[in-house]
């Protein structure tokens, strides 16, 4: 049974760069493809980032140009590099592995715990 953790959120200001984590154990995800979303209060769980299998990537529009997502199968761990954040950015950052369905719903067979990143302005 697959696990996905998360970590590297906290509160920081806006400009400022973050780095989150994905550690995976338990089984294999490197062929598969594995992403990033978010879910700030109130709002429904959206897509940010993917990467697959082959290292193509696939951006939110909101992020496009800001986040780098990447991936060391090595490692078993996917990454999420935050640039000039934004207030707008808050929210609990989840990593997910092998979708169901299309890459940009938030329908995966594997969740992380999550992680709580705030952008104070």
């Known amino acids: 049974q697959g696990q996905l953790v998360a970590s590297g959120g906290g509160l920081v200001q806006s400009v400022v760069s973050l780095s989150l984590s994905c550690a995976t154990s338990?089984?294999?995800?490197?062929?598969?493809?594995i992403g990033w979303f978010r879910q700030a209060p109130g709002k429904e769980r959206e897509f940010v980032a993917v990467?697959?299998?082959?290292?193509?990537?696939y951006y939110a529009i909101s992020v496009k140009g800001r986040f780098t997502i990447s991936r060391d199968n090595a490692k078993n761990t996917l990454y999420l590099q935050m640039n000039s954040l934004k207030s707008e950015d808050t929210a609990v950052y989840y990593c997910?592995?092998?979708?169901?369905?299309?890459?940009?719903?938030?329908?995966?067979?594997?969740w992380g715990q999550g992680t709580q990143v705030t952008v104070s302005s």
């Open positions: 997910a592995a092998i979708p169901r369905r299309e890459w940009t719903r938030p329908d995966y067979a594997y």
């Open positions: 990467i697959a299998s082959g290292g193509n990537t």
């Open positions: 338990g089984r294999t995800f490197s062929p598969y493809t």
